[in-house]
C-alpha cells in the first residue's frame, strides 16, 4: 500500500534562513509526489510535484523540492524563509487509481 | 477562472439529523474527489468521481455516508444521522482526466461541520 510520512509536527525556522520539511514516500511503482500548502481556514493550495525528470522540482512562491529515489524522499525546501510562509504543508502521493494519499502535515512556523 | 466553490462554508447541526454538503468543480474537470479532514491531521480519502464509471467509494467511513455526482459537475455528499465524531472539515477537489496521474487536484474551501 502506498503511503507518506511527515516525521516533523513542526519545524521553526528564522525568516531569512533557508527551510527543509521532510517527507518520505513508499510505493508501488514510479511515485507522482505533491506538495501542497494550507493557510488557516483555508482550502489546500497546490505548490508543485514531481512526475518524472529532473529531480529538483520548482514551483510556486519559491518553493522547491528535492526528489530522491535511493532515500525515497522528496522534501520541500527554500533558500530563505518568509513570516508568510507560515502554514500546514503537506506531502501526498498519487495512487494508481487517482486519490491523493496525505501525510499528517507539518507546520511551518517562520519567526520575524 | 472559477476555482472549485463548496457550500455551506459552516455547518452546525444536531447529532442525529442528516446533513448535504454541496461541491461545484472548475469546468471540464472531469474527475472530482471527497476528502475529510479532522482537526489537527491529515486529509483522509472518501469518494471519488471519474466522467460515468463507477464512483470509488473505498474511503468511505460508513454508510451513514454517501456521495451523488450529477454528469461531470455538480456533486453532493450527505451525511445520515450525523454523529460528533464526524465532526470535520469536508473537503472537495476537482482535477482534469484522472488517467493522468500527473494532474494536480484543486481544492475548495471546505465545509467545516460541527455535529453538537
Known amino acids: 500500500a502506498q503511503s507518506v510520512a511527515q516525521p516533523e509536527d513542526q519545524v521553526n525556522v528564522a525568516e531569512g534562513n533557508p527551510l527543509t520539511v521532510k517527507c518520505t514516500y513508499s510505493?508501488?511503482?514510479?511515485?507522482?509526489l505533491f506538495w501542497y500548502v494550507q493557510y488557516p481556514n483555508r482550502g489546500l493550495q497546490f505548490l508543485l510535484k514531481?512526475?518524472?525528470?529532473?529531480?529538483l522540482v520548482k514551483g510556486s512562491y519559491g518553493f522547491e523540492a528535492e526528489f530522491n529515489k535511493s532515500q525515497t524522499s522528496f522534501h520541500l525546501k527554500k533558500p530563505s524563509a518568509l513570516v508568510s510562509d507560515s502554514a500546514l504543508y503537506f506531502c501526498?502521493?498519487?495512487?494508481?487509481?487517482?486519490?491523493?494519499?496525505f501525510g499528517q502535515g507539518t507546520t511551518l512556523q517562520v519567526k520575524p | 477562472g472559477a476555482g472549485v466553490s463548496q457550500s455551506p462554508s459552516n455547518k452546525v447541526t444536531e447529532k442525529g439529523k442528516d446533513v448535504e454538503l454541496r461541491c461545484d468543480p472548475i469546468?471540464?474537470?472531469?474527475?472530482l474527489y471527497w476528502y475529510r479532514q479532522r482537526l489537527g491531521q491529515g486529509l483522509e480519502f472518501l469518494i471519488y468521481?471519474?466522467?460515468?464509471?463507477?464512483?470509488?467509494k473505498s474511503g468511505l467511513p460508513s454508510d451513514r455516508f454517501s456521495a451523488e455526482r450529477t454528469g461531470e459537475s455538480v456533486s453532493t455528499l450527505t451525511i445520515q444521522r450525523t454523529q460528533q465524531e464526524d465532526s470535520a472539515v469536508y473537503l472537495c477537489a476537482s482535477s482534469p482526466y484522472s488517467g493522468s496521474l500527473g494532474n494536480e487536484q484543486f481544492f475548495g474551501p471546505g465545509t467545516r461541520l460541527t455535529v453538537l
Open positions: 510505493v508501488s511503482g514510479n511515485p507522482y
Open positions: 469546468s471540464g474537470h472531469t474527475a
Open positions: 468521481f471519474q466522467g460515468n464509471s463507477a464512483p470509488d
Open positions: 501526498a502521493v498519487r495512487d494508481g487509481r487517482g486519490k491523493l494519499i
Open positions: 514531481y512526475i518524472t525528470g529532473d529531480n
